[in-house]
């Protein structure tokens, strides 16, 4: 995996991986005003490296159902959120990383990460795959 700016030459089977945060919509009445607003955009961007072909190849819907049916070339819905970010952290739990190469290694754990930070943001974090562009 390497790091990945807009525009960046992408192999055909590499895919852009990003975490990106939105706009937080908040209804809490406090009384007191609203602090400012995190600035939504990208935070983090990296393109795989062939690594998402290779460890959904290997592990496939069995282990990452989550991950293959947000799969670009199988669905154009490429961001991940809310209760489909937690069950793709509990589906990459299971996975013995150990095992794995290191490219797909890396790629879960990235995605691992992204999705606890996710989770713990109350759907402030979104999670981004797509292909080449």
Known sequence: MRPYEYGDELADEEYVL???R???RTRIRTGRSAGPAAGS???ERYADGGAMRAVLRRLGARSLPTL??????VDDTTRIKGSAVAALVREIEQ??????P????????VLLDWGRRASA???ALRISIDGPV
Not at 68 to 73: A, H, K, L, M, Q
Not at 95 to 100: G, K, P, Q
């Open 102 to 109: 290191e490219g797909e290694r890396a790629l879960l754990r």
């Open 95 to 100: 996975v013995d990383l150990a095992r794995l």
């Open 68 to 73: 293959v049916r947000y799969e670009p070339d």
């Open 121 to 123: 943001e109350s759907g």
């Open 22 to 24: 939105v706009a937080a």
């Open 41 to 43: 955009g990208p935070l």
């Open 18 to 20: 990003a975490l990106y």
